[in-house]
């Protein structure tokens, strides 16, 4: 068998722990020795081929001259190495045999010059994909991220200077190491499982968490990419890292403050809500104490009215459970307790806000009319987040009817999407008939019905409306900017935050006036199968 270079070079999985230096000449020292190793080895079987009885492909050897001149890595070597051995090839055969003489010596000659010529040609193929491989080598260490090939077996085969800053270890030191082990890699989900999306897609990108020599640990945005030989088989996989952990914990802090924010703003709320807090309480309080002096009444009289006795004993514990019933409400209403994504009814979700408030709106004389529509999808979220959004507008909506001349009528529906769609379109059409007397309120009903078909129609629409002055035409585009208030002393966070929340949970929250009167706030959320 001939021994001739690989044809193809590798591909990227197997770069050598010296990958940087592919691309450069060999130093002059080594270059000289390997010229004159070329030249001596060269002149020696050409000697034992003129001058020696020996009956064989002598001049095959010279190959083994090509190949120590490819190691220089100078096409020219090649190319003089190459032509040499042909010559001297020759040369030897023509003096041992002349001209004529054809036999098994001229196959043998012509075998040998066959082998140098695919020798150079193989070379200098290889040489220009060993250029190409390290051109790409060097663009992948001027990379800001963090760039290491893994064969197979998970095994580093290259790593760039990036990873080398960032993770601590050289490249002659993490090379051969098992990227796991070595980085403590932590992934999202199973191994397993990612390796089989890579393999199907050819590619996978997720967070994962490593850590450095030091020990500190790294989220990173991860992107994979598998390496396939010329026959498409997986050969290793090139992973890219960005170092994200500033990002992540920016990002956790802004959260945090949101959540003290919305805490913040359940705790105003509750501020103007005081009145009616103790109210609530003190009723159930007040029935406790008068139940307990009528059962001490009819424990005074001469016999002791026992049944009378039980009977106040029955309204003593049911009002106790009434006044712990709203201490829960109100504790939880102003808990700090991270988010919590569960199943939610719009239904309950609605009444429970509505009795945090029920006694403002009886002191602003406001009339409550709720509406649900039976067979409503659950919806997923945060029960005290979406709490807030309801009380908020309730709220709102009672200060905003203040003083007006009654009936003060705050409706509350919850439907499908597509069902508020229709309803809105017939309002339109109305409203549409009487343009010239409520421009304002018609174009703003526009807006709201078609934002409403565009609405996901398995969503969940929940609409707080009002009977008050409606909203300044010249604010409503204002009206969700944090700061921004129409109130003397308020602090312009409520609505914000109310946005904020809906759009967190994969909603929206928009603002419109009612053709005839007063506001309109559209809360949709998406189905819990699809929140």
């Known amino acids: 068998m001939l021994l001739t270079p690989r044809a193809r070079a590798p ?26 190793a ?72 012509f075998v040998s010059l066959a082998a140098i010529g695919i020798t150079a040609v193989l070379a200098l193929q290889n040489q220009t994909a060993t250029k190409r491989l390290a051109a790409q080598a060097r663009l992948l260490n001027l990379s800001h991220d963090m760039i290491f090939v893994r064969d197979r077996t998970g095994a580093i085969t290259f790593w760039n200077r990036t990873a080398e800053e960032v993770y601590g270890w050289p490249s002659h030191l993490a090379v051969g190491q098992r990227a796991d082990a070595l980085l403590q890699t932590c992934y999202p989900e199973p191994r397993a499982a990612i390796e089989a999306r890579l393999l199907e897609a050819g590619s996978w990108e997720g967070t994962l968490a490593q850590t450095t020599q030091a020990g500190k640990t790294l989220t990173l945005a ?186 003060r009528i705050l409706s509350i529906s919850a439907n499908l999407a597509n069902a508020n769609a229709d309803a809105n379109a017939d309002a339109d059409a109305d409203a549409d008939a009487d343009a010239d007397a409520d421009a304002d309120a018609d174009a703003d009903a526009d807006a709201d019905a078609d934002a409403d078909a565009d609405a996901d129609p398995s969503a969940v629409e929940i609409i707080v409306a009002d009977t008050g002055p409606g909203i300044d035409m010249n604010a409503i585009d204002r009206l969700f900017d944090p700061f921004y208030t129409t109130k003397p002393q308020g602090m312009g966070m409520g609505l914000a935050i109310c946005r904020t929340t809906v759009q967190a949970h994969g909603g929206q929250l928009t603002a419109s006036n009612q053709p005839g009167a007063g506001a309109r706030f559209v809360l949709t959320l998406p189905p819990a199968s699809k929140g």
């Open 11 to 36: 591909r990227l999985p197997f770069l050598p722990p010296d990958h940087d230096g592919l691309h450069a000449s060999a130093p002059r020292g080594s270059l000289l020795a390997c010229r004159l």
């Open 38 to 109: 070329a030249a001596s080895l060269a002149l020696a079987i050409f000697l034992f081929d003129s001058l020696s009885t020996f009956e064989g492909a002598v001049a095959v050897l010279y190959v083994v001259v090509v190949m120590l001149a490819a190691r220089s890595a100078r096409a020219r070597d090649i190319i003089i190495a190459a032509v040499a051995g042909i010559t001297l090839t020759l040369v030897a055969y023509i003096d041992s045999h002349g001209f004529n003489h054809v036999g098994s010596q001229t196959v043998r000659a």
């Open 222 to 407: 991860s992107r994979w990419v598998v390496q396939r030989d010329h026959n498409g088989r997986s050969v290793g996989v090139m992973e890219t890292h960005t170092d994200i952990t500033e990002r992540r914990q920016a990002q956790d802090a802004l959260l945090e403050a949101r959540a003290e924010l919305a805490h913040a703003a359940r705790v105003a709320t509750l501020g103007e809500l005081t009145a009616s807090i103790a109210h609530e309480v003190n009723q159930p309080l007040m029935a406790v104490v008068t139940s307990g002096e009528a059962g001490m009444r009819w424990l005074r009289r001469e016999p002791p009215d026992l049944h009378e006795v039980g009977i106040s004993i029955e309204r003593i514990v049911s009002e106790g459970r009434r006044a712990s019933e709203i201490v829960k409400r109100i504790r939880a209403f102003l808990s700090k307790s991270p988010a919590q994504c569960n199943t939610l009814d719009a239904g309950a979700l609605i009444d429970e806000a509505a009795r945090l408030v029920e006694h403002e709106l009886n002191r602003e004389r406001v009339f409550l009319h709720v509406a649900i529509a039976p067979d409503l999808p659950a919806l997923s979220g945060d029960r005290i987040q979406l709490q807030q959004v309801l009380v908020n507008l309730m709220v709102n909506a009672a200060q905003a009817m203040a003083g007006l001349p009654e009936p």
